[in-house]
């Protein structure tokens, strides 16, 4: 029933011209998932970049990026993916496609996916190269497979 | 000596054309914190809200989104303030105050005490609205007193 009422919520998003508080809703939602993932990436890019040789490795530093990847993996963030916040309702501002809601629960796996590589990156980063590299292609992955199904090329 | 090469580092940004690599360093970071506090505001905001009767008391939600706060103030951030990201430097971009870095580190401070209030918050959330309306005062408090010393009022 909740559910439904979110659906009916969403519909009416649609179809009237929304005042500027529902849009905003919406709206922040979305940017919020948008710093989800830029923070993602600002703890992610600099592991791919040591695992590539292109950042020097710093055991530390490794440790601490990979673990906020597992603080940032822990939280519950169902709240950020309202309906009628995917690219065809929001075209410009999103890239986050129709497939997610009606697929769901499909990218729930994806997700928690994520959750493991992170967890495993965590186990190896601080440990040394060798063990930063063997692992960072899990989440590699992990990114790729759910941007294959549930992300669009552009916004 | 890192701190000192950090420095360095920045005057350069401050005074040479960055190439877009380097403006995009310091631009992203900008944009991952950014992204931090939105995912802050969009847990807080219902919380704030259940406290004021304007959204209606869900003692599930409630416990999810505080507990969701003390996750994001357990990550470790302190590379997305790099030198040269605060207003001065990249003005329309940014309301972080100079004085983050002048003072450092007396915003760190602010930060610890962000932790507690959201600890305690999320000790009491889920246990009833009295508790919730308690405990919510000691988080807008720790959320205003870093924004009253060290971010301005516009970008």
Redesign the interface.
């Known amino acids: 029933m909740k559910l439904f009422n979110t659906v009916l919520i969403a519909a009416a998003f649609a179809t009237a011209a929304p005042t500027a508080l529902v849009a905003d809703e919406i709206g922040?939602?979305i940017?919020?998932r948008?710093?989800?993932?830029?923070?993602i990436?600002?703890n992610a890019g600099?592991l791919f970049g040591m695992a590539k040789g292109e950042v020097e490795y710093d055991a530390e530093r490794a440790q601490?990026?990979a673990?906020?990847l597992v603080?940032?993996t822990?939280?519950?963030?169902g709240?950020?993916w309202p309906q009628g916040s995917d690219k065809a309702s929001r075209p410009g501002e999103t890239r986050a496609l129709p497939a997610i809601w009606e697929t769901y629960p499909a990218v729930a796996e994806k997700g928690k996916a994520l959750v493991s590589a992170s967890a495993a990156l965590a186990d190896a980063a601080g440990g040394g190269l060798d063990g930063l590299r063997e692992k960072i292609g899990g989440l590699g992955g992990a990114c790729k497979a759910c941007h294959d199904d549930f992300r669009a090329k552009d916004f």
Chains 1, 2 share one sequence.
């Open positions: 922040d939602a940017k919020a948008q710093g989800y993932y830029k923070l990436r600002a600099p601490m990026l673990s906020n603080t940032l822990a939280m519950k963030n709240e950020l």
